[in-house]
């Protein structure tokens, strides 16, 4: 099994009880922090591109609904998204926190969290910005190949796997996503700066963003990541 890459005697026994929301654009390394992030402290990973993924591939009807639209590479309507998010932070695995990742994506969304949160007995949610010059993101997404067991990430020309096509941790095949080809690219970015950007300010206005430099090494930003996390607990 791969290890976090954070030494051990940093590891944080203390539980990391509430929501952390890791936002950027696709590409941006949020799937590949948010992964370690809950290793580290042992909570759930909330990816809701991961859980629309399992429901295109269960063909439940959700599924159904949201897989011609991902396809386009625009954004599931908010009265899906929600009610599949309100549904999995109840569940008793999320007790002691969370880490987001690719929610929320429209100020609606955000709002909604914002009440649910309150409702479960969570304090604010921390929110993390993944900043990166939009240059760098194509490589890394037409790049991108996922352990089709396990998720593991990726990227053919940056984190290539040890053995051809295989993941490191599971023997599971690596598979590129439907919205990663170059031609959906374009819609997804632009979908992100109409819908999605808008939360930076919102986030900036209620004093809760913190900024990391996403164009770094994965080892460097996780770091980041768990210096922000760390020193607003
Ligand atoms: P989702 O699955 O959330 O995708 P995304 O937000 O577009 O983000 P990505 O998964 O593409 O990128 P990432 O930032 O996680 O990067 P990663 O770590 O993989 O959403 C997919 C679709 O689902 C949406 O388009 C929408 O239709 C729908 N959806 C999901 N949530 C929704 C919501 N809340 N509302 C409505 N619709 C929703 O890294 C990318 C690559 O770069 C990898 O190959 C990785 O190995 C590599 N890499 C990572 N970090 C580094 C680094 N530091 N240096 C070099 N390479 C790196």
Redesign the pocket.
């Known amino acids: 099994m791969k290890t976090s890459g954070i030494a051990a005697d940093q590891r944080c026994p203390k539980p990391l009880d509430r929501a952390v929301i890791?936002l950027?654009?696709?590409?941006?390394?949020?799937?590949?922090?948010?992964?370690e992030l809950a290793r580290f402290f042992r909570v759930p990973h909330l990816?809701?591109?991961?859980?629309?993924?399992e429901n295109i591939a269960q063909g439940t009807p959700l599924g159904i609904q949201?897989a011609p639209?991902?396809k386009?590479?625009?954004?599931?309507?908010?009265s899906?998204?929600l009610k599949m998010?309100a549904h999995r932070i109840e569940q008793p695995d999320c007790m002691h926190g969370f880490v987001f990742?690719?929610?929320?994506?429209?100020v609606a969304?955000a709002q909604y969290l914002m009440i649910l949160l309150r409702q479960n007995g969570y304090k604010p949610a921390l929110v993390v910005h993944?900043v990166i010059d939009p240059a760098?993101?194509l490589?890394?997404?037409t790049?991108?190949?996922?352990c089709k067991v396990g998720g593991e990430?990726?990227?053919?020309?940056?984190?290539p796997p040890q053995c051809d096509l295989r993941c490191d941790h599971d023997g599971g095949e690596l598979i590129q996503?439907p919205?990663?080809r170059e031609e959906?690219v374009g819609p997804?970015l632009l979908?992100?700066q109409r819908?999605?950007e808008p939360l930076v300010a919102y986030y900036r206005r209620l004093g809760r963003l913190h900024e990391v430099n996403?164009?770094?090494?994965?080892?460097?930003?996780k770091q980041e990541v768990l210096d922000i996390v760390r020193g607003s607990r």
């Open positions: 890791f950027g654009p696709p590409g941006a390394g949020k799937g590949t922090q948010a992964k990816s809701t591109g991961d859980m629309l993924r949201a639209i991902m386009r590479g625009e954004l599931v309507p908010d899906l998204v998010v990742d690719g929610f929320p994506r429209t969304q993944f760098l993101l490589r890394r997404i790049g991108r190949r996922m990430i990726y990227n053919i020309y940056e984190r996503r919205d990663d959906v997804r979908a992100y819908q999605t996403a164009a770094k090494s994965v080892d460097q930003v």
